[in-house]
Nanobody
Framework: QVQLVESGGGLVQSGGSLRLSCVAS????????MGWYRQAPGKPRERVAV???????NYANSVKDRFAVTMDNANHTVFLQMNSLWPEDTAVYYC????????????????WGQGTQVTVSS
């Protein structure tokens, strides 16, 4: 089993920045990729960014050039630096992890965190 704990959400004004963190614990050696998803009220969950253990990344078009996903392999932590935030970025952000980066990119992550709220005011 793997446990994921997110932190760093909050309230920010439009144009501002936030940095989310997610620490993985447990059977981390089974993992190959970690990433971030988000879900806004009344909308389906959507992929934000995924990063593999060797540094490969992919992003949703809506956040490309504004968000950056990085990983601290030594501490089993993934970060999401969010810049130029818009009100449309308001959502609960979930950390996810999987042994297969394709599955995680498609939304079929084996492990999910509890989520952290990000609210962007206009």
């Amino acid at each position: 089993q793997v446990q994921l704990v997110e932190s760093g959400g909050g309230l920010v004004q439009s144009g501002g920045s936030l940095r989310l963190s997610c620490v993985a614990s447990g059977n981390i050696f089974s993992l190959h990729a970690m990433g971030w998803y988000r879900q806004a009220p009344g909308k389906p969950r959507e992929r934000v960014a995924v990063i593999t253990w060797n540094g490969g990344t992919n992003y949703a078009n809506s956040v490309k050039d504004r968000f950056a996903v990085t990983m601290d392999n030594a501490n089993h932590t993934v970060f999401l630096q969010m810049n130029s935030l818009w009100p449309e970025d308001t959502a609960v952000y979930y950390c996810a992890a999987d042994s297969n980066d394709y599955d995680l990119t498609m939304g079929y992550g084996d492990y999910w965190g509890q989520g952290t709220q990000v609210t962007v005011s206009s």
